[in-house]
C-alpha cells in the first residue's frame, strides 16, 4: 500500500503573484482576501519567492520614509524560499513543520509550483490515517 504523500493533501487552488506587479495593488489583494502571503511565480509558474505581510509592512514603512508607495513585488518578496516535494512522504513533512517556524510551505514538482501544504492540512491527513486503522 502507496504511503500518503504531501501531493494527496495539499491546497491547489492559489492566488500567485507575478514579480512585476506593483507592491500596493499586491497588499490590496492580500488584505481583500484575507491572505496572510503569497508565491511569487513565473510565467511557467516556476517559484521566485513569498510575499508575505511582513514582507508588505517593509514596503509600507519605506513609503512612509519617502511619502509614497512604489516598487515591485519583487523588491520586497522573501528569497530564497523553503518548500516541500509534492511527493515527500506525510510523516516527513511533518517532521519538517516540526522544525521550521512557517505554518505553510509552496509544493514543487520538478520545480514548478504545484500547491501549497498548511500545518492544518497535516493535521487532517494524519487525524485521517490515525481514524482508518
Excluded at 502571503?37 to 517559484?47: F, H, I, M, S, Y
Excluded at 505581510?53 to 528569497?79: H, I
Excluded at 512557517?102 to 492544518?120: C, E, M, T
Aim: charged share 25%; net charge neutral.
Amino acid at each position: 500500500m502507496r504511503r500518503p504523500r504531501v501531493e494527496d493533501y495539499m491546497a491547489t487552488d492559489l492566488l500567485v503573484l507575478p514579480p512585476g506587479m506593483e507592491i500596493n495593488g499586491a497588499v490590496r489583494i492580500l488584505l481583500d482576501r484575507g491572505f496572510s502571503g503569497a508565491p511569487v511565480v513565473d510565467e511557467n509558474r516556476k517559484l521566485l519567492g513569498v510575499l508575505s505581510k511582513k514582507d508588505c509592512l517593509r514596503a509600507a514603512l519605506n513609503a512612509s520614509y519617502y511619502q509614497q508607495w512604489g516598487g515591485l513585488v519583487r523588491d520586497y518578496m522573501t528569497t530564497p524560499v523553503e518548500t516541500l516535494e509534492a511527493d515527500l512522504d506525510l510523516v516527513q513533512a511533518v517532521e519538517v513543520f516540526l522544525n521550521s517556524h512557517y505554518r505553510r510551505f509552496p509544493v514543487l514538482r520538478d520545480g514548478v509550483l504545484v500547491g501549497q501544504i498548511s500545518r492544518a492540512d497535516l493535521l487532517r491527513a494524519m487525524s485521517e490515517q490515525w481514524t482508518s486503522t
